[in-house]
């Protein structure tokens, strides 16, 4: 997230309410490392990256609803037995990112 | 007030100073924080602060391993048991390393150097020009430089070679005998990790004559990619910037590549 630094710093002068999304696991073949990071704002601003490009407007959607219920939690992409993991990487990959506000 | 970890965080990186951020990602105190910076100077020691952590084990094993991963910078997910044990998986943590941009130190402010810097600059890194001539090593010349220094390069390299590291890379363009020698020889007395000199096939081997005449033996002699670069064929001083800071990266990932010092056919592609 290091490269989001002045985008979390400008949002949080402005008051603006901001969702931070980490990759913090990978599995196999994934686009980006543990430490990518995306930042969504309350107005659907987006700063970062977590992938490619395969699964950033589904952790928008996440962050979105994070911001609205306060809750952080960990998502999982990539190639599952389980239909719950609609959203893929077309690279057989999976990758975890944990959402949460960015209030600290 | 008291300022936000956050804000602390952005401070130590903004400082130049190695940090790690440890966050509860399941498990229990989800989004409790740790926040690992390293101190001004060695000496000082790290400072550590900690927010929602109920169970003080569990603080105590976590901040045990955030100072660990401050060098060599490490990113990813432990699991705890109760209490901070190493056995179970009641908890799990990610820990984020924050380390400051590698270096690369180029050696003589010719054209290749203000190709190279800009293509260093584009990967990360922070850079310096070095030459002992005024008249060549301006920021004017160098804009995409971090620095541009006017000193003989085995002096600055001997002055700054304690802080390099594996990650950082000194890149030696002079191709004149004069300076490249004793840069080389400075930057051996390193622990950089990588050390690249530019020239011909001739110049080359005549350099490492003088090297071994100035006391390099093999086994240093071998931590020298010259001549410097992938074999790719490149013409402008531009390419060449692109096969340098691919042989940089390849020699940090370990992967095999076609590097010039391997091959003994023309070093610049041939046009059409």
């Given at each position: 997230m290091q490269d989001l630094l002045d985008d979390l710093r400008r949002w949080r002068r402005a008051g603006t309410r901001v969702a931070l999304a980490r990759v913090v696991d990978v599995d196999g073949s994934a686009p980006r490392p543990a430490g990518a990071a995306m930042a969504v704002s309350e107005h659907g601003e987006v700063a970062g990256s977590v992938s490619g490009g395969c699964v950033e407007g589904a952790v928008v959607t996440t962050a979105l609803e994070?911001?609205?219920?306060?809750?952080?939690r960990v998502v999982t992409f990539g190639y599952s037995d389980d239909e719950a993991f609609a959203v893929g990487l077309t690279c057989g990959g999976?990758?975890?990112v944990f959402v949460e506000p960015f209030d600290w | 007030m008291a300022p936000l970890l956050s804000e602390d965080l952005e401070a130590a990186v903004r400082a130049g100073r190695p940090a790690v951020l440890a966050t509860a990602i399941a498990g229990g105190a989800v989004g409790a924080k740790l926040l690992v910076t390293a101190g001004d100077r060695p000496e000082s020691g790290p400072t550590v602060r900690a927010d929602g952590w109920p169970d003080r084990a569990l603080e105590a094993a976590v901040r045990r391993d955030a100072t660990a991963a401050l060098t060599p910078a490490a990113t990813g997910t432990r699991r705890y048991g109760r209490e901070g044990r190493l056995d179970g998986d009641d908890h799990t943590v990610f820990f984020e390393a924050f380390a400051p941009p590698p270096r690369m130190i180029i050696v003589g402010a010719v054209d290749f150097s203000a190709a190279l810097a800009r293509v260093a600059k584009v990967l990360g890194f922070r850079v310096t020009v070095c030459d002992a001539r005024p008249a060549f090593a301006?920021?004017?010349?160098?804009?995409?430089?971090?620095?541009?220094?006017?000193?003989?390069?085995?002096?600055?390299?001997?002055?700054?070679?304690?802080?390099?590291?594996p990650r950082d890379?000194?890149?030696?363009?002079?191709?004149?005998?004069?300076?490249?020698?004793?840069?080389?020889?400075?930057?051996?007395?390193?622990?950089?990790?990588?050390?690249?000199?530019?020239?011909?096939?001739?110049?080359t081997e005549d350099r490492a004559r003088r090297l071994r005449d100035a006391g390099v033996d093999d086994a240093d002699l071998a931590r020298l990619m010259a001549p410097i670069g992938l074999d790719l064929g490149a013409r402008t001083p531009e390419e060449t910037a692109v096969a340098i800071?691919?042989?940089?990266?390849?020699?940090?990932?370990?992967?095999?590549?076609?590097?010039?010092?391997?091959?003994?056919?023309p070093i610049h592609g041939l046009p059409g």
């Open positions: 994070v911001l609205e219920s306060g809750e952080r999976t990758v975890h | 301006t920021t004017a010349r160098f804009p995409a430089a971090d620095e541009v220094v006017v000193d003989w390069p085995d002096r600055h390299l001997a002055a700054v070679g304690a802080a390099l590291g890379a000194v890149c030696v363009l002079t191709h004149d005998a004069k300076f490249d020698v004793p840069a080389v020889v400075a930057a051996l007395a390193t622990d950089v990790g990588y050390l690249g000199a530019m020239g011909s096939r001739r110049t800071c691919a042989e940089v990266i390849a020699h940090q990932t370990g992967r095999a590549v076609p590097s010039l010092r391997a091959s003994d056919g």
